[in-house]
Structures are given as structure tokens and as C-alpha cells.
């Protein structure tokens, strides 16, 4: 378990020798103990699960040193999953020489910044100047240490789990107390609050927000709400894959670029604990790693990323295509890419609606991972998504039940993840198999499932679901705008000119581009798009390839 908080970095050291976890520990405590605390721990879940909770409580961590040759998971294993945790502490590899080459290749599994070979003595001048160099890089990138903000709820609230996933998504650094803790009735009395209406939101300044809404929750915390301008080369709608990749490209390419998400980054992908099908991360790369890489990426290159803005509607104003959000504000741009992505289909079934957030959650809802620790987890569906929140989950839940309404996960499973799934022993595959009802009171008890093939029903014990069926676009607010099929996924290119002709309305000589939508000038990436792959790759490729087309718009306009 980690020391108690502060506001210092932490220096973590991982090794399953007690002999040299102690020395480590010893000669980084001689040396930067008066600045850093210093966390040692002796396997790689055990260093996980402080990693975890030093997350939650807000604590920064600069430097992790890992030895490679550790039963269970070995420090390259180790340092990729605490990538995901901490993707700015700096990470260090222990090795003995003959394992050296294997040091070398994780330089770019797991972005190693340094390998350091035992034994270190004298660690005057093989350990403190490494480390030195690894600090000073830390304390000079964007990872330093803030203020967390404060988050107070009941464990079992669908408003409290919200605020959790989005500052989680979001990546602010927060501390969760629950109501029923002293710590928790000392904060709702500082903030002069009877606990009737939660969650309380202390955020770093110490202002209290009380069941604050994501815009003024992300506008408190630091995120950015509100455009710079009023008139923008590109607006980029929706921050997935696609619409990530296109504001990318699309800044890099030298066009005052704004990204609009109603949520948080990373879309249905960046709540994913683990892709392992994305070009070049051969280990896999989790949601969260890849979504908070890009996004920085995008930053880099000068565009605005917005965050929990809720955009309404889409005009057009002669050559301007004007966006339209829910407090009445809009801005305007030459082009825009719909990257809306998708949301997760609604559980039909009884008692489903009552139990959001206590226990049933739509998609992977990473935050209460921890919390399945030893118990019976059920997941609905039988894509991918589903797959990896087994994978995931299986790592700390007794045993990961995967129901299918179908006769197997082949239909619409990776085979990569078919197979994993099959080799795990605490997950199991029950076919032909839906929910009819979720039970509990203040959270989710049992549930009672069907046997599709015969109509037979039975009750399990169950306190987490997680369903991941099916795939609703996210375009009601389009409207007739943009012509789109009737499951509602946005029309673009050849499929608005089947038999040759271009679609009504349509005022150029020349058809729609590839991507293009019934509006010129307005063009769609991602599992928005009808008959789209559904895959992150072909999400990113389109929206890079959205923004060619722009290009090629703007220069014929």
C-alpha cells in the first residue's frame, strides 16, 4: 500500500527480491528522500495497485524503476501496464547483462528511458546521475504536480460514477470520499453542504460544485470550453479516433483547426483497456495511452481541443458551415468532419434503467475495475470491446461471464481475442444466452437470465455488468441536414450517387468526394459513417483522409 499522500512526486521501485527492493529503496531514499517519497513494492500487481490508488488520490509519480526478471509479470509486462497509469513517470529497467537485448527492445514497447544494469554500486555513479537526468526531465514536461480536485459521493450513485469516469476520461487528477467516511463529512462541512445532493466537487482552487454539470465540471478542472475564435478553417466534431486524427492532420497541415467533444476523448476506443490490433504497438496500447498521445499530438500542432460541448445543430450560411451548441453559441468554418463516432444500445430489460451506474454500466467503465476485485462480473455482447473488457476485468474479478446472444463469438470477434478469452481461466462464454431483468435496491443483486433457444430462465447472483451491445450513431441532432440511412449513419461519396445522379440539392458540377456528405464542404470519418469498418486503424485513415479532401474543397472553393 502506498505512504500517505502529499504534495511531493513519488519514486516508485519494483523488484521480487526483498534483498535488493530494500537496497534500491535504501539508496534512493539517501539520496531523494528529503524530496521525493519513495513507494517500493515486490511484484508487478502489487506495484500496480498502488499505481492505481496514488491515481486517485491525485499523486504524481516521476520515476518507476522495474527489475525485468519477476515470476508472474516481468518488468517490461509491468512497465507497459503502468504506462497506462502513469504515462509521463519516467521508467527505468532493471537487468543483469545477459538480459540486456531484452532492454533494448523495450525502448520501444514501453518507451524505456533508460536501462541500468546490477549491481549499480556505487550508486553515485551509476544510479543517482541517471536518476538525476530522468528527474529533471520530469519536473520539465507537462506532468507536474497539481492540486487534485475532490470528489464526495455515495459508492452506489449513478451521478457520483459519472463525474468519477468523466474526470478519469479526462484525465484530471481526483481523490474520492465516500459520504460515509469522516474525511467525506469533513469536506461536505468545509463546503457548508448537507449531503442531500451529491456528488460535491471540490476542485483545486476550492471552489464546491455541487452535482455540477460536465460543462461547468470540465470548465473548473481546467479543461478548455470555449473557442478562441469565431471563424475557423476546419471544425472537427466528435473526438474519437477519427476526429482525432483528423484535427492532427488537419494542424499539421496548417489549418486553424478546433476539435468539439461532448464527453471526453478517446471516444467508445479510449475507454478500452487493451488494442492490440492497432499498427505498430505489437504489445497493445490501451485507449486511454493512445487517446492521451493523440491528443497531445494535436495540441502540438495548434488545435483547439474542446471539451463537454454539446453540439445541436449544423447550418449552412453560404459558404460558411456554421455549428450550432446547447447554450446558443456557434461557431463558423470553411469545412467540418463528423467524427460523432457511436454510443452503446440501451439494455431492454427490467431494472436495467434504475441500476445505471450501481452496477450495470454501458461500456468499460474503467473506474470501478478495481472495485470487481473477488467478485462474479457479467458483460453483455460479443464485439471486441466486449472482449477486451474481459480481458481486462478477468485480471481482478473472480470470474468474467461473457453472455452471446448468438451461438459464438466469432460472428464479430477478432480471433486474436477469441483465443485469449478461451485460454483465460476465470472467463467464461455462455451462447444464446440474454438478460431479462437486473435486480437490487440500492445496487445491482441478480440477475435473471434467458435461454434464447428454449425460453428457460434462472437467476444468478451478480454485483457488475457491463454491456456492450450494439451500435447507435450519434447523429439525431444532424436532422435533415445530412442525408443519412435509416439506421441513422451518415450517407458520404459513391453511396449518395448509386444510380449515377448526385443527391437533392446538390448545387456543384462536380459528385461528392469520397467522404463527402450530402452538404459540400461537410465530410464524415469513423463508425459515424454508414457501412464504416468499426475498427480504431480505419477510423484514424479516415479522418486523415477527410482532411485531403478538405484540402482539395477549399482549393476548388
Known amino acids: 500500500m502506498p505512504p500517505k499522500s502529499s504534495t511531493v512526486g513519488v519514486i516508485m521501485t519494483v523488484d521480487d527480491d526483498p534483498g535488493v527492493s530494500r537496497a534500491v529503496a535504501r539508496d534512493l531514499r539517501r539520496r531523494y528522500g528529503a524530496s521525493y517519497r519513495i513507494v517500493r513494492a515486490e511484484s508487478g500487481d502489487s506495484a500496480l495497485e498502488a499505481l492505481r490508488e496514488l491515481k486517485l488520490r491525485g499523486d504524481v509519480v516521476a520515476v518507476i524503476l522495474a527489475d525485468y526478471r519477476m515470476p508472474q509479470m516481468n518488468g517490461i509486462e509491468f512497465l507497459e501496464q503502468a504506462l497506462d497509469v502513469y504515462p509521463g513517470a519516467r521508467r527505468v529497467l532493471l537487468t543483469a547483462y545477459a538480459d540486456t537485448n531484452a532492454a533494448i527492445d523495450a525502448i520501444n514497447v514501453v518507451d524505456l528511458d533508460h536501462y ?285 461471464t461473457l453472455l452471446v446472444r448468438g451461438a459464438d463469438l466469432s460472428a464479430s470477434m477478432s480471433y486474436y481475442l477469441i483465443q485469449q478469452i478461451e485460454e483465460a481461466p476465470n472467463i467464461s462464454v455462455r451462447s444464446h444466452t440474454v438478460v431479462d431483468a437486473a435486480h437490487g435496491t440500492e445496487r445491482l443483486e441478480r440477475l435473471t437470465l434467458r435461454q434464447v433457444s428454449t425460453g428457460d430462465c434462472e437467476q444468478v447472483d451478480a454485483q457488475w455488468m457491463f454491456v456492450f451491445i450494439g451500435a447507435a450513431p450519434l447523429t439525431d441532432w444532424l436532422g435533415d441536414t445530412v442525408l443519412r440511412d435509416g439506421r441513422g449513419f451518415i450517407l458520404a461519396g459513391p453511396d449518395l450517387t448509386v444510380d449515377g445522379t448526385p443527391p437533392a440539392g446538390w448545387e456543384l458540377a462536380r459528385p461528392p468526394y469520397h467522404l463527402e456528405t450530402s452538404v459540400p464542404g461537410v465530410f464524415v470519418a469513423g463508425d459515424a459513417r454508414a457501412e464504416s469498418a468499426k475498427r480504431v486503424a480505419s477510423a484514424v485513415g479516415e479522418g486523415a483522409m477527410a482532411v485531403m479532401l478538405v484540402h482539395r474543397y477549399l482549393e476548388q472553393s
Open 116 to 400: 541500468l544494469l546490477k549491481p549499480w554500486d556505487p550508486p553515485e555513479e551509476k544510479l543517482y546521475p541517471v536518476i538525476d537526468d530522468l528527474l529533471d526531465a520530469w519536473r520539465a514536461s507537462d506532468y507536474k504536480p497539481v492540486p487534485a480536485t475532490k470528489v464526495v459521493g455515495h459508492r452506489w450513485s449513478a451521478r457520483s460514477s459519472d463525474v468519477r469516469e468523466f474526470l478519469a476520461r479526462n484525465q484530471v487528477p481526483y481523490r474520492w470520499y465516500s459520504v460515509e467516511e469522516p474525511e467525506g463529512q469533513r469536506l461536505l462541512a468545509a463546503a457548508e453542504a448537507d449531503g442531500q445532493r451529491l456528488p460535491l466537487v471540490i476542485t483545486p482552487d476550492g471552489t464546491p460544485l455541487i452535482e455540477p454539470e460536465a460543462p461547468e465540471l470540465a470548465a473548473k478542472v481546467g479543461l478548455a470550453t470555449t473557442p478562441t475564435a469565431d471563424f475557423y478553417d476546419l471544425v472537427v466534431i466528435g473526438g474519437g479516433p477519427a476526429g482525432l486524427g483528423a484535427a492532427v492532420y488537419g494542424a499539421s497541415e496548417g489549418l486553424r483547426t478546433v476539435l468539439v467533444e461532448r464527453a471526453a476523448t478517446g471516444g467508445q476506443a479510449g475507454q478500452s483497456s487493451r488494442i492490440e490490433n492497432y499498427l505498430g504497438f505489437p504489445d497493445g496500447v490501451s485507449g486511454a495511452q493512445l487517446t492521451d498521445r493523440a491528443r497531445r499530438q494535436a495540441a502540438k500542432f495548434g488545435a483547439e481541443v474542446l471539451t463537454a460541448c454539446e453540439v445541436t445543430a449544423l447550418e449552412v450560411n453560404g459558404a460558411a458551415r456554421v455549428v450550432r451548441f446547447s447554450d446558443g453559441s456557434t461557431i463558423a468554418a470553411h469545412s467540418v468532419i463528423l467524427a460523432t463516432g457511436v454510443q452503446y444500445r440501451q439494455l431492454d430489460a427490467a431494472g436495467c434503467v434504475d441500476l445505471t451506474g450501481c452496477g450495470v454500466f454501458y461500456g468499460s467503465a474503467l473506474t470501478e475495475a478495481t472495485s470487481c476485485q473477488g467478485q462474479d462480473v457479467y458483460i453483455v455482447g460479443g464485439a471486441n470491446s466486449a472482449g477486451q473488457a474481459a480481458m481486462y476485468l478477468s485480471r481482478f474479478a473472480k470470474s468474467v
